[in-house]
């Protein structure tokens, strides 16, 4: 059977789905309160979804709330560059919240 893998180009556009299908590292930095958030590509997938572009941050900062600061860089795992010692933030479940608001009656 053919290898039907997406070929690693860098600085070519690529979508979630690419990364995840060359097992990246996506890494979200906040250039305003720097804060640094390492996620798997995969599970960025599930949450944003496979057409979501890598370059794009996904969500505001959860510190201080900015988008226009964050930084998106995505980094291959490879023999010569291993990721021990790596802390990854990955999903547990979702959770679907209320939003309530007040009538006055």
């Excluded at 995840?20 to 599930?46: E, F, G, N, P």
């Excluded at 490879?78 to 309530?100: E, F, I, N, Y």
Aim: proline content about 8%; hydrophobic content about 35%.
């Amino acid at each position: 059977m053919p290898d039907i893998r997406v070929k690693y180009e860098p600085g070519k556009y690529y979508a979630m789905a690419d990364a995840a299908q060359h097992d990246m590292v996506v890494t979200i930095k906040c250039r305003s309160c720097r804060k640094t958030v390492h996620y798997w590509a995969s599970d960025l997938v599930k949450v944003v979804g496979p057409d979501h572009p890598v370059a794009r941050p996904p969500w505001r900062c959860s510190k201080c709330g900015e988008i226009e600061f964050l930084q998106v860089s995505r980094e291959m795992r490879t023999a010569h560059k291993p990721m021990t010692g790596l802390v990854v933030r990955r999903p547990v479940k979702q959770v679907m919240r209320w939003l309530w608001k007040n009538e006055r009656i």
